[in-house]
């Protein structure tokens, strides 16, 4: 199983990144797809999850509002649209992918089979 995470960089407070996630080696449209992202110094947190097909989507209360997760089954890929970013969003961010989860296990990455690599966000102020 390869999860391959893109799309990481700069960007100015309150602007807009786009970060993607493709999955190969599992049955994608029954894994829940989340992000996870880490802050220099800080522990691994929640952003955003998304169940299987047709799925709901579930988020941290510090992105409700401002990202939007979503997926493409048939491109076996998980997408998260970040718009007006603050600083503290400034992390590695991480996908990550699990037999369908319910939704009170969603925010725990012990919960999750399969990591990708991460891709490093940086919020300039």
Request: proline share 2%.
């Amino acid at each position: 199983v390869q999860l391959q995470a893109s799309g990481g960089g700069l960007v100015q407070a309150g602007g807009s990144l786009g970060l993607s996630c493709a999955a190969s080696g599992v049955t994608f449209r029954t894994y829940t797809m989340a992000w996870f992202r880490q802050a220099p110094g800080k522990e691994r947190e929640f952003v955003t999850a998304i169940r299987r097909s047709g799925g709901s989507t579930h988020y941290a209360e510090s992105v409700k509002g401002r990202f939007t997760i979503s997926r493409d089954n048939a491109k076996n890929t998980v997408y998260l649209q970040m718009n007006s970013l603050k600083p503290e969003d400034t992390a590695v961010y991480y996908c990550a992918a699990a037999p369908d989860l319910i939704v009170s296990r969603l925010a725990g990455e012990q919960n999750y089979n399969y990591w990708g690599q991460g891709t490093l966000v940086t919020v300039s102020s």
